[in-house]
Structure formats: structure tokens, C-alpha cells
């Protein structure tokens, strides 16, 4: 089947259980693979094997194998278990001559009736159909079942529910992606630069994560010429804000030249110019090393920002992997998690709270390579959403440099220090647009 739709094995087996729906397309190419009209393919599994050739029956009912002239092994075979015509051994139709007469199909027609084919639309998932409701119900009530289920333990049902983290939030982002526009590739071709060198090495991509301090700001304290007081603020959920990112939809495809596609994302090869802002830190982070480097779409775009502010040139593209990309591939799962964690913050419900954290940020250290994760294999999405979590750091780096306040350090994903008023520029709480203060202290004391 794979090899008649020109998708992958993995792709078939979503549809076949359920997880992803079958297109227009998919239903012309599958009748054109077994020799019948589109109607008659959908007008259920015992009529559909009256209508096919009587070289693909064989005398106990099962459809034969059928070479396939496709760009794929020979050996892609369709195994008897998986055709998705299996026919029950009481309503087994007799084998058909290869041009039928009229009586015969009649008699065919009889012992299965055929309703009046409705207008095709692809199939509601059948595991998406239920729970009803907001998906931010579904979390909820994972939440109210395990506390049920341990008596109302509230740290067995942390436990219980962060082991869980992994498969819950898989689950999660398939139902925020019924009905979704685009079709997202979930095992596409890892290219080089994104496999690993080894089990424990790392692959070619650079993520731009900041590790930097303004090193003459500390010099001139260390030598008692300035004294400043700086705050410690503390960026509140950074990878779950990280999600709403540009992703590539489909496979990584390579292209050569030094032009950017907004509609498109991925990683880039580029050269980027030397940084001269010593009270900005470099959106590449704390890399050292001169020369080309590979990074991704959200470093790449904030990159280009920066040479429109005059802070740098503009980096020099040699090649790229990308796709056609979306900005809300994510989004619907990133606000049904922001929602559950605000009320959970309202309601002082540390069991939620810590279940979401470990939801949005699994979600993001396992969709790569790891074994945790058998549902998506991409490494181009987790570097591109850690990435966007760095870049959007910077951005609040520089918010708060237009606004007149000293950057001191700023580190990880959510740590930026700053000397200043503060509350003027970033609002103060734990929502995911505010930042909380983290500690003060006094620098060249």
C-alpha cells in the first residue's frame, strides 16, 4: 500500500490505526491500485472484492500480491494481514469471472447490499474522537484520574502522571492536529548533519544557547569603579512559549544559494559577520570559533533582524535543508498547555503545574532520537524550538537595552540579568508573557 500512495510505511500505518485520516487522494490512487472505480472501493469491504480483477482473487477470497511499478524496493510488499479488505469466512464471495454477467453482480449486489455513496470526506481518527470537549480537558482529567486512582495522593499522582509525561503529551498534540491544515511528516529522512556522530556525541547543529556577561561592565567593578545593584529575572516557561516557531511541515529537501525563504524553515550553512555590539550578546551564543557554522530557521531569522538594526552584516547563506513550514504546527497544543498551567498557578495546583512542565518540555527532549519516543523521529524540530527559545531571550535581552537598561549576563534559556527599573519594561509574574525576579545582587561589591 505504501508503495501504491507513494508514502512511507509509517504514513500507512497512522491511517490504518487511526491517527492520521485518508485523503481524496489517497482513495483515486488505491482504487487505481486495485483495478476498481473510486465509489465501488468505498462502498465497504465486500462489495469492493466482488468488484476486482480475477487475477487479484484467489480461491479462498484473499486478494494476491501485485507487483507495483513504483520507485520503491521490490521487496515492499503487501502482506495479507494488513490489506485493508479482510473479509469475514461467512461472507465470503464466490471468486469473479473476469467479465462478470449482469446476473452476477445482481446476486453479488443481493448478499451486500450497496447503500447510495454519500459525498467522500476524510475519516474523523477514531482516536481523536473522544474525550469531547476543549483539549484542555483532556488534561484535566488525566489529572483527576490519577489522584482518583492513588486515593488522592497528590505526590503518587505527580509521579504517576510525569512518568506518563511522554505518551500523554504525544496524544495530545495528535488531537490538537485533527482537522489541522497541513499533513506533517513524523519519520522523514534524517540528513547527515542531523545524525549523531555517535551514541553520546552530538550532530552539526549549532543552537546559538547563550552563555555571555558584559565582560567590561565586570572588569570596571572588579576594579571599584562601578557599583550597580542587578536582578536576576527569570523567563516563565521558556520552551513552551518556544513552541509557536516556523517548523518545516514535510521532508528536509537541500537547495544551494544565499536567498531565504520566509515560507520555508529548516537548518542553513551560512557565514555569519563578526558581532561589534560588546553590550548586546551575539544571537549565535557563546560560540567561539570563526567560519562556517550550521544553524537553524529562528537563529538564521534573528541573525537577519540584527543586520537590519545595524548591530552586524548580513550572514552569507551557502546552502540549506528545508520545507515548506508553519507557524502553527504547535499552536494549538501550546495554548491548550498554557491554559491548563495558568489555572493551575491560579488555583495553587502544584500536581498540574509540575504534569504541564513535564508535558511541553519532554515534548521537546524527545521528539529527535531518543528511545523515550517511539511516536516522532524529527532533530530538525527540537533544535529549531530550543533555538527559538534562545532567540526569544535575546529579543528580551534587547527589549530591555532600547529601553534604557544595563544587560549584565544573560544564560540558558530563561536567565537574563539586568541592571535597571525593571517592572517599567517586563510586567512581573508568572504568566507567559511576564518574568519573575529570581534574586538581587550588588555588582563591584
Not at 111 to 127: D, N, S
Not at 333 to 350: C, S
Request: hydrophobic share 40%.
Amino acid at each position: 500500500m505504501a508503495a501504491a500512495l507513494g508514502l512511507t510505511q509509517s504514513q500507512i500505518s497512522r491511517r490504518q490505526r487511526g491517527l492520521a485520516s485518508w485523503t481524496l487522494a489517497d482513495c483515486d490512487r488505491l482504487a487505481a491500485h486495485w483495478g476498481m472505480p473510486v465509489l465501488d472501493l468505498l462502498a465497504g469491504p465486500t462489495h469492493a472484492l466482488t468488484r476486482l480483477p480475477a487475477d487479484r482473487v484467489a480461491a479462498g477470497g484473499t486478494q494476491t500480491l501485485l507487483p507495483l511499478d513504483a520507485p520503491t524496493p521490490a521487496t515492499a510488499q503487501v502482506e495479507p494481514a494488513s490489506t485493508p479488505t479482510p473479509v469475514e469466512p461467512a461472507s465470503t464471495p464466490t471468486p469473479v469471472e473476469p467479465a462478470p454477467a449482469p446476473t452476477a453482480r445482481s446476486t453479488a449486489a443481493r448478499r451486500a447490499p450497496v447503500a447510495e455513496p454519500a459525498p467522500v470526506a476524510p475519516p474523523v481518527p477514531r482516536r481523536m474522537a473522544a474525550p469531547a470537549g476543549p483539549l484542555a480537558d483532556r488534561v484535566r482529567a488525566r489529572v483527576d484520574h490519577e489522584l482518583t486512582v492513588h486515593g488522592g495522593d497528590r505526590d503518587a499522582a505527580r509521579a504517576a502522571l510525569i512518568k506518563t509525561a511522554v505518551p500523554d503529551v504525544m496524544e495530545l498534540f495528535a488531537a490538537s492536529r485533527v482537522g489541522g491544515r497541513y499533513e506533517h511528516s513524523e519519520f522523514p529522512p534524517t540528513v547527515d548533519i542531523l545524525k549523531k556522530a555517535s551514541q553520546k556525541g552530538a550532530d552539526q547543529i549549532w543552537e546559538g544557547r547563550p552563555k555571555w556577561r558584559a565582560e567590561e561592565l565586570h572588569r570596571a567593578a572588579r576594579a571599584g569603579h562601578v557599583r550597580l545593584d542587578v536582578i536576576a529575572l527569570d523567563m516563565n516557561a521558556a520552551y513552551l512559549a518556544a513552541l509557536k516557531t516556523w517548523l518545516p511541515i514535510g521532508k528536509l529537501v537541500h537547495s544551494e544559494g544565499a536567498d531565504h525563504n520566509p515560507k520555508r524553515s529548516g537548518v542553513h550553512r551560512v557565514t555569519p559577520a563578526a558581532w561589534g555590539m560588546p553590550d548586546l550578546p551575539s544571537p549565535l551564543g557563546a560560540r567561539k570559533e570563526p567560519g562556517d557554522l550550521w544553524i537553524t530557521e529562528p537563529t538564521l531569522r534573528l541573525l537577519l533582524r540584527c543586520a537590519k538594526l545595524g548591530f552586524c552584516e548580513t550572514p552569507v547563506i551557502h546552502e540549506s535543508w528545508t520545507s515548506g513550514a508553519s507557524e502553527g504546527l504547535l499552536e494549538k497544543m501550546r495554548r491548550t498547555l498554557t491554559e491548563v498551567r495558568k489555572e493551575a498557578i491560579a488555583n495553587g495546583d502544584d500536581v498540574t503545574n509540575e504534569y504541564v512542565k513535564s508535558m511541553y518540555s519532554k515534548f521537546v527532549s524527545t521528539i529527535g532520537e531518543s528511545t523515550a519516543n517511539r511516536e516522532i523521529r524529527r532533530p530538525d524540530w527540537m533544535h529549531i524550538i530550543r533555538s527559538q527559545a534562545f532567540a526569544n531571550l535575546w529579543l528580551k535581552a534587547h527589549k530591555a537595552h532600547a529601553a534604557g537598561l544595563t544587560v549584565v549576563e544573560m544564560s540558558g534559556t530563561d536567565e537574563l540579568h539586568v541592571a535597571g527599573d525593571w517592572q517599567q519594561v517586563f510586567p512581573e509574574g508568572r504568566d507567559l508573557s511576564q518574568v519573575k525576579a529570581k534574586s538581587i545582587y550588588t555588582l563591584g561589591e
